[in-house]
């Protein structure tokens, strides 16, 4: 009569499993290890790639331009030094340097003055935002008419499909500037007076972004708050300021996707 097969099974207090077993223990590890190492790969492949964002902290330009207050805060310059995509004329956001406030206050009572000011650049692409360090906005003009109207363009009813962020973390300021993860600071810096933007893509598939106002020109804020750090619809006029897109729309109107 045939023996019996034996079945090895490991003891604990055994000075080392039987070699069956040690086989499959070693298999088993290494096939948990190339797993994991094919699903990193997965995953980090999956991922958006960091944004083409510049923050200048810590260096300061001086600059001049001429400001305007409405519908936010922001500069046109000639010829801007920020990237090779930047037009020979652009308008950029304005935001208070050192904090998460908008520039309302640092440029009060100067729409269409030409300034000498000091601020870092925080750019994606051809889009600009300046961080306006406290205390250097000194007025050039101020015995000369206010400048024209800049330059401005109505581009009619639109609607776009995208996410609210606040405009000096988009921009650069922070990576990432959009998300879930973000959605917390987003929210506070736009409840502060930072410019609110929509994040959208541009027709060839790029990261574009458009300034949010009311349907009357106003600022808007808290009423957006609802929807910030999630993919939203709206409809609204679509309008051009020098190079800056602003977009009127009702804040009652937004819905999720």
């Avoid at 330009?61 to 519908?71: A, D, F, K, N, Q």
């Avoid at 030094?81 to 206050?105: D, I, N, Q, V, Y």
């Avoid at 804020?221 to 300021?241: D, F, H, I, S």
């Amino acid at each position: 009569m045939a023996e019996p097969a034996s079945e090895e099974f490991y003891i604990g207090w055994a000075p080392a499993p039987p070699p069956g077993v040690r086989r499959r223990v070693r298999g088993a590890v290494a096939a948990a290890l190339v797993l994991a190492a094919g699903l990193a790969i997965v995953l980090a492949a999956a991922q958006d790639p960091p944004a083409a964002s510049v923050f200048e902290y810590g260096v300061e330009r001086e600059l001049i331009g001429t400001v305007y207050e409405r519908p936010e805060p922001f500069l046109v310059v000639p010829g801007p030094p920020c990237t090779e995509l930047c037009a020979p004329t652009s308008a950029w956001l304005l935001a208070r340097a050192g904090s998460k406030r908008g520039a309302h206050e640092l440029v009060a009572g100067l729409d269409g003055a030409r300034v000498r000011l000091r601020g870092s650049l925080v750019y994606r692409g051809d889009q600009t935002l300046l961080d306006v360090a406290a205390g250097s906005v000194e007025r050039l003009d101020g015995t000369a008419p206010p400048a024209p109207p800049a330059r401005f363009e109505d581009l009619g009813e639109r609607a776009f499909t995208g996410e609210i962020v606040d405009g000096k973390c988009w921009l650069g300021v922070m990576r990432p500037g959009e998300g879930k993860a973000h959605r917390s600071c987003a929210a506070r810096c736009i409840a502060s007076g930072s410019p609110p933007l929509l994040a959208v893509r541009d027709q060839a598939g790029g990261p574009a972004a458009l300034l949010l106002v009311g349907a009357d020109g106003r600022r808007l804020g808290a009423e957006l708050l609802p929807w910030v750090g999630e993919p939203v619809a709206l409809r609204g006029r679509l309008l051009r300021y020098e190079n800056l897109l602003v977009l009127r729309t009702d804040p009652g109107a937004i819905r999720r996707r």
